[in-house]
């Protein structure tokens, strides 16, 4: 496999075009766009392109519902852990936040998920220049599909 290096602003695949090649994140800063419009940003280790996302959905099945998780403020971090992101999974699925430099954080994160999945787990870390991402915290939160109730 050779490496590539994508360029900002680059579209790797996009929706309707013939795309063979399968893309691996491994570090940096990237948002993907669905069908449907939404947009979320993918955490390093993600698998990009049609061949990846097919054989995603082979494996769960299509997404029948949507989880948006609202991210409001940051309180009590200490600056040694760095500039906080969270990372979002259910079951397959996970998503990133931005990474903010102040404590509002003001952002909404849409996790399409399959009747199956009923636990997230959200992990908060610290992202600092050239050096390991600390985890600061995280939490499961288990919900029921069917009645929309959410349980901590």
């Known amino acids: 496999m050779t490496p590539y290096l994508a360029i900002p602003g680059e579209n790797l695949t996009e929706i309707g075009r013939i795309c063979s090649s399968?893309?691996?994140?491994?570090?940096?800063?990237?948002?993907?766009?669905?069908?449907?419009?939404?947009?979320?940003?993918?955490?390093?280790?993600?698998?990009?392109?049609?061949?990846?996302?097919?054989?995603?959905?082979?494996?769960?099945?299509?997404?029948?519902?949507?989880?948006?998780?609202?991210?409001?403020?940051?309180?009590?971090?200490?600056?040694?852990?760095?500039?906080?992101?969270?990372?979002?999974?259910?079951?397959?699925?996970?998503?990133?936040?931005?990474?903010?430099?102040?404590?509002?954080?003001?952002?909404e994160m849409l996790l399409k998920l399959t009747v199956h999945d009923q636990t997230v787990t959200l992990i908060v870390r610290g992202w600092r220049r050239q050096q390991f991402h600390s985890i600061i915290g995280s939490a499961d939160v288990s919900f029921a599909a069917s009645s929309g109730d959410i349980t901590t």
């Open 22 to 107: 399968i893309y691996v994140l491994q570090r940096g800063n990237m948002s993907v766009t669905d069908a449907a419009g939404g947009m979320i940003y993918a955490p390093a280790g993600t698998l990009l392109g049609h061949i990846a996302t097919g054989a995603l959905q082979k494996k769960t099945g299509l997404p029948s519902m949507g989880l948006r998780v609202e991210l409001l403020t940051a309180q009590g971090l200490k600056t040694k852990y760095g500039r906080p992101y969270v990372i979002a999974k259910c079951g397959a699925v996970v998503c990133r936040s931005s990474i903010k430099n102040s404590k509002n954080w003001k952002e």
